[in-house]
């Protein structure tokens, strides 16, 4: 189908079109705002891409490499979006099986954030993202915030989370905005890369990167007192450089990480623990469910595995099962 913005091929109006390439650093919706040198121009996208993409949320996000035709109002139009290296996807939230919200693109590092408590730590959401990481190759890293507000009977449940996940690899810190603990950490860790933050309202996450980068200046809120969730404050994804290098990007918190491109019989491959035990199973589609002669239930009864990995892995495999249409939380 043509694209009734576009002009006819060797049209005047093409010929003599200004063409800009550029990165875009804020996805608002029908906006999109594109860091073209020194410019940000605030551009919408060709209507053939919403087309071609409809299984997506978004033909752009926030990442994303782009050419743009200028208008003569100074707004631009997205007639061509670059092959992304890599990006970092969820289900989208909402009826409708399968249609997939791209986070970022073209990025270094994704950390989720969760809070020790007010909302309390969420494993189930933790292994969702990291399998994602995982399915996508792309680093992953925890970060468990509000360490301030950490009671004596929290203390092992979150000391145990922060051990295991750090045993499978995976780099955790724990955080204060309140105190300044861990700070340093998550500002190195952030420094010269382009990395994108994510968890459930209310984690602190724009608080986070208001205390590593204090110009950015990103709204915040307070959590509710009667759900004891975070209320949305960041509204939309953006991309902030860093004045010690790199960028990040802030999104807006997520109450379910749903999983996309993903089959039952895959998921085993993306818990990194699982990968030793998977060539001994018996059958090389093994769901590591009910079948017999698998190696993961065996490195589970001799605690090679943890249990609550393993619970947490049947969990997401039974939603995957039901076509995620119960998602985990």
């Known amino acids: 189908m043509s694209d009734p913005l576009a002009p006819p091929p060797g049209s005047p109006a093409d010929t003599a079109a200004t063409f800009l390439e550029g990165l875009v650093i804020r996805a608002t919706g029908s906006w999109y705002d594109v860091q073209a040198g020194e410019q940000v121009i605030p551009s919408k996208v060709r209507g053939r891409f919403r087309l071609e993409e409809s299984e997506t949320t978004s033909p752009v996000v926030v990442g994303d490499r782009v050419t743009i035709r200028l208008n003569e109002d100074g707004t631009g139009l997205i007639t061509e979006?670059?092959?992304?290296?890599?990006e970092l996807k969820r289900r989208a939230a909402g009826r409708r099986v399968g249609l997939v919200?791209?986070?970022?693109?073209?990025?270094?590092?994704?950390?989720?954030?969760?809070?020790?408590r007010l909302p309390k730590i969420n494993p189930g959401f933790i292994d969702r993202f990291l399998v994602m990481a995982e399915r996508d190759e792309l680093p992953a890293g925890i970060v468990f915030n509000k360490l301030d507000l950490m009671k004596p009977a929290d203390r092992d449940a979150v000391f145990f989370l922060r051990d295991l996940y750090a045993g499978l690899g995976y780099p955790v810190l724990m955080t204060s905005v309140k105190t300044g603990e861990g700070l340093d950490a998550f500002a190195a860790a952030l420094r010269g890369r382009v990395s994108v933050v994510a968890g459930?309202?209310?984690?602190?996450?724009?608080?986070?990167?208001?205390?590593?980068?204090?110009?950015?200046?990103?709204?915040?809120?307070?959590?509710?007192?009667?759900?004891?969730?975070g209320r949305h404050t960041t509204t939309y994804a953006a991309l902030y450089p860093l004045s010690s290098g790199?960028?990040?990007?802030?999104?807006?918190?997520?109450?379910?990480?749903?999983?996309?491109?993903?089959?039952?019989?895959?998921?085993?491959?993306?818990?990194?623990?699982f990968r030793p035990f998977l060539p001994a199973c018996h059958f090389p589609d093994c769901t590591h469910d009910h079948e017999p002669g698998c190696a993961v239930k065996e490195a589970v009864a001799r605690d090679e595995i943890t249990p609550e990995r393993y619970e947490s892995y049947l969990n997401i495999l039974y939603s995957l099962h039901l076509g995620e249409k119960d998602v985990g939380r």
């Open 81 to 86: 979006i670059h092959p992304r290296r890599n």
């Open 101 to 116: 919200h791209v986070l970022a693109a073209n990025i270094d590092a994704a950390w989720v954030v969760q809070s020790i």
């Open 200 to 229: 459930p309202s209310g984690v602190g996450k724009s608080s986070l990167l208001n205390a590593v980068e204090p110009g950015l200046n990103l709204r915040i809120g307070e959590v509710s007192r009667k759900t004891k969730k």
């Open 246 to 273: 790199g960028f990040v990007v802030d999104t807006p918190g997520l109450r379910e990480f749903g999983l996309v491109d993903l089959e039952p019989a895959e998921l085993g491959h993306y818990f990194v623990e």
